[in-house]
Structure formats: C-alpha cells, structure tokens
T-cell receptor, first 113, second 116 residues
Framework: KQEVTQIPAALSVPEGENLVLNCSFT??????LQWFRQDPGKGLTSLLL???SQREQTSGRLNASLDKSSGRSTLYIAASQPGDSATYLC????????????WGAGTKLIIKP | KAGVTQTPRYLIKTRGQQVTLSCSPI?????VSWYQQTPGQGLQFLFE???????NKGNFPGRFSGRQFSNSRSEMNVSTLELGDSALYLC???????????????FGNGTRLTVT
C-alpha cells in the first residue's frame, strides 16, 4: 500500500533563505508526483507536476525533483518570501493504487519577515 | 476565467441528516473529483466523475455518493451524517481525467461541514 511522508511537519525560516521540503513514498511504481500549496481556509493550488519519466520541473522560484528509485521528491524554494508561508503537500498517483491520488500530510512553512 | 466554485462555504448539520454539496468546475473542464480533508486523516480521495460517469472511487462507505451533470457541475451527497464526517470537502476540476495524472488539478476553496 502506497504511503507518502513529508518531513518536517513544520518549518520556520527567515525571509530570503533558500529551503528544501521533502516528500518520500514507499512504492516507486508511480504515474506522477504533484506538489500543491494550501493557504489557511482555502483550497489547494497546484504548483508542479512531475511525470514518472521526468527528473525535475521548474516554475519561477520553485524547483521540484523526483528520484523514483529512492522514493523521494524535493521541493526547492529559492529566496523565500513571507507570501510563501503556507502548507505544502505532495501527492502521488500510483499505478498500483487504482490511479488514486495518495497524499502526504503536508509541511507547514512559515517565512519570517 | 472563473475558478472552481463550491457552495455552500459552510454547513452545520445534525447527526442523521443528509447533506448535498455543489461544485462548479472551470469552464471547459470535464473532470470533477472530490476529497475529504480532516486534521486526523489528512486528504483522502472520495471519487471522480468524467463526462457524467464515475471513473474512480476511494474507500468511503456508500453513504457518500455523487453525480455529475451534463454541464460538468457535480454534487456530492452524504446521507445519515456521523460526527466523523465533519471535515473540509474539496472538489477539483481538470481538463482530462485528474486521477490519470495528465492534467493539473484546480481546486475550489471547499465546503466546511460541521456535524453536531
């Protein structure tokens, strides 16, 4: 059964720092991996989608990498800003999970001005 | 382009009642999927509809049901409400099958359901 873990559960850093969020999954047979952000009381915003054949995706100050063999993905945020404060979730679509999204619990990120 | 719209934003119901939640997808999107978010269980997939047909279903009891109309709008129904059904219910739309992973998901702001 696919399980997705995100460590740490919470992270607080000063503005301007580069940071890395981690996501690990137990079954490497995935279709894709996605990163989302969720602001308090709001829905989710899709950030990056990495297909299983890809190694990384970039969007602005965000870069996500995927290493299927080790069951890991990282989300790199460059030059963090207070507006980046949110909960970041990763989710995988597994070939053996009936193509359902399996979610991590998220990392709550606080960027201090 | 208008985003995904969920109504109502908040609902308070009593145990044993039933509830219907509504989701209007982005214009042109044919897939609508539903998710339950709770502090204890996190995000869990409920089901996905594409072109009025349920294409995928999560591990929820039969009290949770849904449907999709010809204009792609979707409704989710929960019957015989239990205290544990209190959650944020999110819907997402996508151009293609969202659970197929080819199209990014666009989420609404959710409906906060409280069961007392």
């Amino acid at each position: 059964k696919q399980e997705v873990t995100q460590i740490p559960a919470a992270l607080s850093v000063p503005e301007g720092e580069n940071l890395v969020l981690n996501c690990s999954f137990t079954d490497s047979a995935i279709y894709n991996l996605q990163w989302f952000r969720q602001d308090p009381g709001k829905g989710l915003t899709s950030l990056l989608l990495i297909q299983s054949s890809q190694r990384e995706q970039t969007s602005g100050r965000l870069n996500a990498s995927l290493d299927k063999s080790s069951g890991r993905s990282t989300l790199y945020i460059a030059a963090s800003q207070p507006g980046d404060s949110a909960t970041y979730l990763c989710a995988v679509i597994g070939r053996d999970s009936n193509y359902q999204l399996i979610w991590g619990a998220g990392t709550k990120l606080i960027i201090k001005p | 382009k208008a985003g995904v719209t969920q109504t109502p934003r908040y609902l308070i119901k009593t145990r044993g009642q039933q509830v219907t939640l509504s989701c209007s997808p982005i214009s042109g999107h044919r897939s609508v999927s539903w998710y339950q978010q709770t502090p204890g269980q996190g995000l869990q997939f409920l089901f996905e509809y594409f072109s009025e047909t349920q294409r995928n279903k999560g591990n929820f009891p039969g009290r949770f049901s849904g449907r999709q109309f010809s204009n792609s709008r979707s409704e989710m129904n929960v019957s015989t409400l239990e205290l544990g059904d209190s959650a944020l219910y999110l819907c997402a739309s996508s151009l293609g099958l969202g659970t197929g992973g080819d199209s990014p998901l666009h989420f609404g702001n959710g409906t906060r359901l409280t069961v007392t």
